[in-house]
């Protein structure tokens, strides 16, 4: 059950990270990594710009678009040249549907989150960072190292859309990793996210780090799928 806990933890911590920028940047590029449950590592590249975002993943040659605003979605398969366009609030929808029924129907217990400064300092990848505690009934479950390099500014309704959708169906989940961002978010963003719910060994496992964050004016079509790539109708099943 830790493991599709701390996937929901994840995954809300992702959204609110993506949304933040969105609002303190008016154009932003963030190279990231990010490692599975296996150790796997894979190379994300978010685009931020007004109420739209995209993210690439340059090993899978896919894109995936957002247009939060417009409840827009798009999905590039770099491949073919094909895309497939979807509403936003569909695909909310459908993966919290299809989380619900991949999760056992246990009740997860509430835990007392504490948060802890250790005062460890580090430079990483550029950014000023300190080594955070996240504990969960006193148990190690995360540390992060953030930074205060970037500016953060009050997270408003965009941010409030996703992670309401999210907790109508993973409610104790999602107050958990509220809780988790609410108390961390005046020590600084996280760079490098260290998940000790899963260890193997001794360490934490890297399941998030940010490499690269750029200030950049983005054009339009950033935002777009390329001209000569061909739009995918799906079909909808006969009942």
């Known amino acids: 059950m830790k493991r599709n806990n701390h996937f929901i933890r994840i995954l809300f911590i992702i959204f609110l990270t993506f949304l933040i920028s969105e609002h303190c940047m008016a154009g932003a590029v963030i190279e990231q990594v990010r490692r599975d449950i296996d150790g796997r590592a894979s190379k994300i590249i978010l685009y931020f710009a007004g109420y739209k975002y995209r993210t690439d993943h340059p090993e899978e040659r896919s894109s995936v678009i957002i247009d939060f605003k417009g409840d827009r979605m798009v999905m590039l398969d770099h491949r073919s040249k094909n895309y497939i366009e979807i509403k936003f609030s569909q695909w909310e929808k459908e ?65 409030e859309k996703v992670a309401k959708s999210f907790s109508k169906y993973f409610n104790l989940e999602m107050k958990e990793g509220r809780e988790i961002y609410e108390k961390l978010k005046p020590y600084g963003i996280p760079i490098l996210i260290k998940d000790h719910s899963m260890t193997y ?16 004016v983005l054009e339009d079509d950033v935002f777009m799928p390329p001209g000569d790539y061909k739009k995918v109708v799906l079909e909808t099943p006969k009942r």
């Open 95 to 159: 993966v919290a549907e299809n989380l619900k029924r991949s999760i056992p129907k246990i009740k997860p217990k509430e835990r007392k989150i504490n948060i802890i400064s250790t005062g460890e300092k580090a430079l990483i990848n550029g950014f000023k960072t300190e080594r955070i505690e996240i504990r969960a009934d006193g148990e190690l479950i995360e540390e992060n190292w953030v930074t205060k390099d970037v500016d953060l500014e009050e997270v408003e309704e965009v941010m």
């Open 201 to 216: 060994g001794l360490g934490g496992i890297n399941v998030l780090e940010v490499i690269k964050l750029e200030k950049k």
